[in-house]
């Protein structure tokens, strides 16, 4: 779930800061033209598939699919076909160029990436002017085959597309990798050495490009601003002549005493005008008509003009014939007729905004303008009225008028500057714009004035268009900016090569010194906990004993010392028996020598501890003396004991069968010598094995440990009584020959062990039967005697048990 979110937000964090980026940098681009001196999207998308991989594809292509329909919206406030196809065209360019960048710059660097070695750094930017052909490519391409621009301005689009993209991936992307990259804790350091700097210059550069764009703008438009305002004059200029054309009109109707004119005179009039005024839609003669007068005037028209009549406008904008009503201004002339014909008959009062103007006229008595209105003669553009009122004696007869089509007056003012200037007019009374030819609406409107006309209040407003702006394009603002961002992305490229080297240096310093740690808190850590002893001596200054320097843990548990306690002691006072034990000697050597030496194990013993060491003893460079020493003792009982369990048996603890054939052939040795003689005895103990079934094991175990002590008891300390198995026994008499002595011992055995056993709380009987085999008469070796010594035992048992048999070369011959 963590992950899907983390997905999530690297998605949509890639999309909103390459449109917010792009949107931003397309603010600098320099009209007219798609490309900006630095485009920061372009460094965002190759930094997400850097990092991210090929993951990052969508979001890049919705990202910048998304940009350029928003720039296209805010262009013209519609989204059409051609602009979707161009933001797809656009998108679909910025993916190969991101898939291509992340998968090159992986390929020849790779990914963790620390940029801290020339070589990387290099490759960085020699990659990034060739990723970047791609989107510059493919873009402009695209723009050319769906008619956004024009073979002449395809190279110079190209150039400002391919730099725009090669600046921003050069200084965008090491932002990002301080931002997002790994190894996170080298980037992460490089926010204030790398980051911070390189943003603090491009800010600057990005002020110095909006200085200097300024400077150039204003130099730029200049010619503008001077076509605009002629442009104004020329407007203002011929309206205003058209308040002396319709007075001199006025004065065509004043000047005859019965306020006649007739229809040739006025045309003969009207068509002077013209001449001059080719711009004017018509010039129109509408006389006031009272209502009892109606009959009597369209009877009277209808003979120069057929089928003349009153008419007003009816709801679906046909032409009808006007209602009843107390006053009426209907167009009576107007020229020239071609193309006016609609408007003959037509009741100036019979809609509000005409009315107005009419009433405004005759009250004020000066030239009044309509507000924007559709005319009668053409409906597809909106014109005004301009209308003098005729008035003799004070009373009214009628008004003169000028008809405009804006648009057309407009345009054949205007038709030299037609190709420089976008323009509208705008009527400020009536919030209305009246005439528009801007291509789209600006952040700014450069050029823009008030003016007053007939009574109402416009407001003109220019634009250059993109005509002028290639004429008078300037690109100091853009080498600024494109100068700046490039040395922008070398200076990026050293403050990494800087920091790097930097970091890299500091990281073997810091390896090093952990391995240094490590190494001296290993060999501590050995030097403590070491399971041999560990002394370190210095010589005193009379040189002819040792301080103690330092002692470990298991030198305070082999000597039974504080180390605290014995820092700075001498070695004599503390182990007084040091000198007899014969390591002194040793340390002395060592000192004098350098070269080391092992003091075999030896028993040490003074007034406080005592046992076996062994003891290795080295100088070290320092001059101090190290003795490595273990505490043996365990290993000497162990050795004792492991030798003890292989000659004796380990319940009774008498010699084994293997201690006693050792013992026998030394003593048969020695026999042999001192021709001497020697006894062996064979028991074995009668009714022992009902005892064992009865009472169990443990009984029976405690019983031969009972006999082993009692035939001690009847044996000298230089015989040996050995268990061979069982309830079997062997002794051997040293030195013992006689028939009688060696009976007499017999027969002591037997009277012991037929003596009761008081055993966890039973008392047991047994006997034992004995064979004797004597040194040399029945046998010269080991095997023999006890061979013989056996067969006798086996007779006394034969012979009722309880009883000593000695060895009869007769026995040979009975059947066991």
């Known amino acids: 779930m963590r992950v899907a979110y983390k997905n999530a937000f690297a998605f949509l964090l890639v999309i909103v800061a390459y449109v917010t980026s792009g949107k931003a940098a397309l603010m600098l681009a320099l009209p007219p033209g798609y490309a900006a001196a630095i485009f920061p999207p372009a460094g965002i998308a190759l930094a997400a598939t850097f990092i991210i991989g090929n993951s990052a594809l969508p979001s890049i292509f919705l990202g910048s699919f998304l940009l350029n329909v928003w720039v296209a919206y805010s262009a013209s406030h519609t989204i059409t076909a051609i602009s979707l196809i161009v933001a797809l065209v656009i998108a679909v360019a910025s993916l190969l160029q991101a898939a291509l960048g992340g998968w090159l710059l992986r390929r020849a660097i790779g990914y963790p990436a620390a940029f801290d070695r020339t070589r990387d750094v290099f490759k960085f930017l020699f990659l990034t002017p060739l990723v970047c052909v791609m989107s510059a490519s493919v873009s402009v391409a695209g723009l050319w085959a769906l008619g956004i621009l024009d073979v002449d301005s395809l190279a110079e689009n190209w150039l400002s597309w391919w730099t725009g993209d090669s600046l921003g991936i050069m200084v965008l992307l090491p932002i990002a990798m301080v931002l997002f990259g790994e190894p996170r804790p080298l980037w992460k350091r490089r926010l204030w050495t790398v980051a911070v700097p390189m943003g603090l210059v491009f800010a600057l550069f990005v002020l ?14 200049r010619e503008f601003r001077q076509i605009s305002e002629q442009s104004l004059s020329q407007i203002q200029i011929k309206l205003d002549e058209q308040d002396a054309v319709l007075a001199g009109m006025r004065g065509l109707f004043v000047h005859d005493p019965h306020s006649y004119v007739s229809r040739q005179e006025f045309q003969r009039f009207a068509q002077n005008i013209l001449t001059r005024f080719p711009m004017i839609q018509a010039f129109e003669w509408a006389p006031r008509i009272d209502s009892y007068r109606r009959p009597g005037f369209e009877a009277a028209e ?36 071609e193309g006016n014909q609609p408007a003959l008959g037509f009741d100036l009062a019979s809609t509000p905004q005409r009315l107005e103007t009419l009433e405004k006229s005759f009250v004020k008595g000066v030239v009044s303008a309509s507000a924007p209105i559709i005319l009668v003669q053409a409906e597809n553009q909106s014109g005004i009225l301009i209308m003098q009122s005729v008035q003799l004696t004070g009373h009214e007869i009628g008004v003169v008028l000028t008809v405009l089509k804006v648009r057309d007056f407009i345009d054949r003012i205007l038709p030299p500057a037609s190709g420089l200037l976008h323009v509208r007019l705008i009527d400020d009374d009536a919030r209305s714009t009246i005439y528009d030819n801007f291509a789209s609406l600006p952040p700014k409107i450069p050029f823009e004035r008030e003016f007053e006309f007939g009574g109402r209040h416009y407001r003109l407003q220019t634009m250059p268009t993109a005509a002028y702006l290639k004429r008078h394009r300037g690109w100091q603002s853009w080498a600024v900016l494109a100068m700046g961002t490039f040395g922008v992305g070398l200076l990026g490229a050293l403050l990494l090569l800087g920091t790097g080297y930097t970091a890299r240096v500091e990281a073997q310093v810091q390896h090093r010194t952990r391995e240094l740690k490590e190494s001296e808190f290993r060999l501590k850590e050995l030097f403590k906990n070491l399971n041999s002893g560990v002394a370190v001596f210095q010589v005193s200054p009379e040189d002819n004993d040792f301080i103690i320097t330092d002692l470990n843990y298991a030198a305070e548990r082999i000597d039974k010392v504080s180390r605290k306690d014995m820092i700075g002691k001498s070695v004599v006072d503390v182990f007084p028996g040091i000198r007899e034990f014969g390591l002194f000697d040793v340390l002395k050597r060592v000192w004098k020598s350098g070269a080391a030496e092992h003091h075999p194990v030896s028993f040490y013993l003074d007034g406080r501890i005592a046992g076996w060491r062994e003891n290795y003893v080295y100088k070290l460079p320092n001059g101090e003396i190290i003795a490595i020493y273990d505490d043996v003792t365990q290993a000497k009982q162990l050795e004792e004991q492991m030798r003890r369990m292989a000659h004796y048996d380990t319940l009774t603890g008498l010699p084994n069968r293997a201690l006693f054939t050792d013992r026998l052939q030394q003593s048969l040795a020695i026999a042999r010598r001192n021709k001497s003689q020697l006894a062996v005895m064979f028991i074995d103990l009668d009714h022992f094995k009902p005892v064992n079934d009865t009472l169990g094991h443990d009984v029976g175990d405690l019983l031969l440990k009972e006999v082993a002590v009692r035939m001690l008891r009847c044996v000298r300390e230089v015989d040996t009584i050995s268990r061979i198995g069982g309830d079997e026994f062997i002794v051997l008499l040293s030195g013992m020959g006689k028939e009688q002595d060696v009976m007499m011992v017999a027969e002591k055995i037997l009277y012991s062990l037929d003596q009761p056993f008081e055993l966890a709380g039973h008392e047991i009987h047994i006997s034992s039967s004995i064979g004797i085999a004597l040194y040399p008469a029945h046998g010269d070796e080991d095997k023999s005697l006890l061979k013989n010594a056996d067969i006798a035992m086996y007779f006394a048992k034969q012979s009722g048990r309880n009883n000593a048999k000695l060895f009869q070369p007769e026995m040979l011959k009975g059947d066991r």
């Open 302 to 337: 209808r003979k120069a003009i057929r089928g003349f009549e009153i008419r007003d406008r009816a709801a679906n904008g046909h032409m009808v014939r006007a209602a009843e009503r107390s006053l009426y201004f209907p167009v009576t002339y107007v020229e020239p007729l």
């Open 208 to 221: 110095l490009f909006l200085r200097a764009n300024q400077w150039e703008q204003d130099d730029s438009l």
